[in-house]
Nanobody, 123 residues
Framework: QLQLVESGGGLVQAGDSLRLSCAAS????????MGWFRQAPGKERRFVAW????????NYGDSVKGRFTISRDNTKNTVFLQMNSLKPDDTAVYYC????????????????WGQGTQVTVSS
């Protein structure tokens, strides 16, 4: 089992920044590719960002490209999501997850999930 715990969410205004963290424990963190997803009320959980096990490769959903940055610190078993220029449409619960399947943008490829952290962006 890999346990994941997100933190860093909150209520901010449009244009502000937030940095989410996801702390891992229980298994060898640096063996896993990691992703961030988000789920707004009444909507499906959607892909936000992905990072390779070493941290050298990243991918982003179209709606966050140029505004969000995913990174990881394998010495601290933590993955981060830096979110800049936040918009009201970014309001959602944000989840980190560990990938074991094939397609990084597909939530079905992820085995382990955190409990989520709420991000609310006011206009």
């Amino acid at each position: 089992q890999l346990q994941l715990v997100e933190s860093g969410g909150g209520l901010v205004q449009a244009g502000d920044s937030l940095r989410l963290s996801c702390a891992a424990s229980g298994r060898t963190f640096n063996n896993y590719r990691m992703g961030w997803f988000r789920q707004a009320p009444g909507k499906e959980r959607r892909f936000v960002a992905w990072i390779s096990a070493s941290g050298g490769i990243t991918n982003y959903g179209d709606s966050v490209k140029g505004r969000f940055t995913i990174s990881r610190d394998n010495t601290k078993n933590t993955v981060f999501l830096q979110m800049n220029s936040l918009k009201p449409d970014d309001t959602a619960v944000y989840y980190c997850a560990a990938q074991i399947g094939k397609y990084y943008y597909n939530k079905e490829a992820y085995e382990y999930w955190g409990q989520g952290t709420q991000v609310t962006v006011s206009s």
